[in-house]
């Protein structure tokens, strides 16, 4: 594997995939510079991923059927879980009570759970507890392509985003995500600081008309949120630091958001 | 040794599950059947997992492996006798498109291009290119050396390849 000529098949799906060693993927990329057509090749089966992920992303977003989550909680915590078991039998009560708020102890599985309605705060607490926990798939699209990120977000939600920056702050993007929604799909844009701690922030547009733009602050399973509503869009910061600090990071969101004036959705 | 499968990352793992059993199967409700088997299987050969590892793929296999299975139970009784690896499309492949935008045409025909695919090539081509898995786990997940795994890439792509240049004959320049 020395030789940097003749380029393998292998060699060029390999350096597509980002596959390679950075050695060997210098070394072809420097082939490639010198031979357009495996270039045009490679930028082709780059393309075809791309599309592929688009293609396939926004089935993630889509709401989970209850058996699938019960199926993927363990045996013998679904015996033991008696509110688990009664679940059934409680949701159909509840759902003759519009808004009535349901299963408290369920935090994950309702947070896709088909015709879960669910607060804009409870969904964004309950978003956040879901993936700043995941250790390998955080978010749907990485940092490293923020712009990838926010077109394809912006092209989900049809309406142009922005993900703040919060270096600030000390907070970095990590990157974000499609999330399932009441009935539209949201954002999530997903921040690290040096300690591992992350906060997230949930963006959906909003079908109520409402211009208030007061920061409103709720705590949800011990997740705090602050969210508001901006120009018919909702946005909900969360995370598991402390409540000033977060409404500090709130207002530089704000602002950032304020300043970059946004394509406002036409309704 | 017996680590504990932690049942959040389960729940969590579930939106990739669902959609690698669409690719598979090429229906959404059979899709959902096999998410189904698979964490039933997955619970049953719990033992099997190490903590640390990466859950994904280590479901990606029991997936498939179930998916075989189910698959050549139901050849048989197909009464089709060969069970060469490179088994053709999927019948009836029919994915839904959820997006309502302008891209759709363009989603579609991606989906209707993949399922035209042999499954096996099909389920290489999402795991490297969508999934973003190692060539060494994608070869793990299919039970294959991973020789086998760069050239079903390079054959799903090149098929892909032939199929776009024939939709969009007219407004490509021939190489």
């Known amino acids: ?267 | 040794m017996s680590e504990t499968l932690p049942d959040p990352d389960l729940v969590a793992a579930l939106p990739r599950l669902r959609r690698y059993a669409r690719v598979l199967t090429g229906d959404v409700n059979r899709a959902d059947d096999l998410v189904q088997d698979t964490l039933a299987r997955a619970w049953e050969k719990r033992q099997l997992w190490r903590a640390g590892s990466d859950l994904r793929a280590w479901l990606f296999t029991i997936m498939h492996n179930v998916h075989v299975n189910q698959f050549s139970i139901r050849r048989r009784e197909l009464a089709e006798s060969s069970l060469d690896a490179d088994d053709g499309p999927v019948a009836g492949w029919q994915i839904p498109v959820r997006a309502t935008q302008s891209d759709r045409i363009e989603l579609n025909e991606v989906l209707t291009q993949i399922g035209r695919l042999p499954t096996d090539q099909r389920e290489v081509l999402i795991l490297a290119a969508v999934e973003e898995l190692r060539y060494e786990d994608i070869a793990r997940v299919q039970g294959v050396p991973i020789g086998t795994v760069m050239s079903r890439l390079n054959r799903a792509r090149e098929k892909l390849r032939r199929m776009n240049a024939d939709a969009h004959a007219p407004f490509k320049v021939v190489k």
Not at chain 1, 55 to 77: F, H
Not at chain 1, 153 to 165: G, I, M, T, V, Y
Not at chain 1, 171 to 195: I, Q, S, T
Request: glycine share 6%.
């Open chain 1, 1 to 267: 594997m020395n030789s940097a000529l003749p380029l393998t098949d292998d060699d060029l799906n390999a350096f597509a995939d980002n596959r390679l060693t950075d050695e060997r993927a210098r070394q072809i990329a420097a082939v490639l510079e010198r031979e357009p057509a495996l270039a045009a090749r490679v930028a082709e089966i780059r393309r075809l991923n791309a599309q592929l992920r688009d293609a396939l992303d926004s089935w993630l977003a889509e709401p989970l059927p209850r058996t699938l989550i019960t199926a993927a909680k363990a045996p013998r915590s679904r015996r033991r879980a008696g509110v688990f078991r009664a679940w059934p039998a409680l949701a159909a009560a509840a759902s003759l009570v519009v808004g009535v708020a349901i299963g408290w102890q369920l935090r994950g599985e309702m947070l896709q759970e088909a015709g879960t309605p669910v607060t804009f705060q409870r969904q964004a607490a309950l978003t956040h507890a879901l993936y700043a926990a995941d250790a390998n798939r955080p978010v749907e699209i990485w940092a490293n392509e923020e712009e990838r990120l926010v077109r394809w977000l912006s092209k989900r939600l049809s309406f142009q985003l922005h993900a703040p920056n919060l270096n600030t702050v000390g907070f970095a993007l990590v990157g974000g995500r499609l999330v399932a929604g009441n009935e539209k799909p949201g954002a999530m844009f997903m921040y690290e600081n040096a300690d591992k701690q992350r906060i997230s922030l949930l963006v959906r547009k909003d079908a109520e008309r409402s211009r208030e733009t007061a920061f409103r602050y709720a705590q949800e399973d011990g997740v705090s949120v602050f969210y508001w509503i901006d120009d018919a869009c909702g946005y909900a910061l969360s995370g598991n630091i402390d409540k000033q600090q977060l409404l500090s990071i709130a207002r530089v969101v704000y602002g950032q958001l304020a300043v970059s004036e946004p394509v406002a959705p036409k309704n």
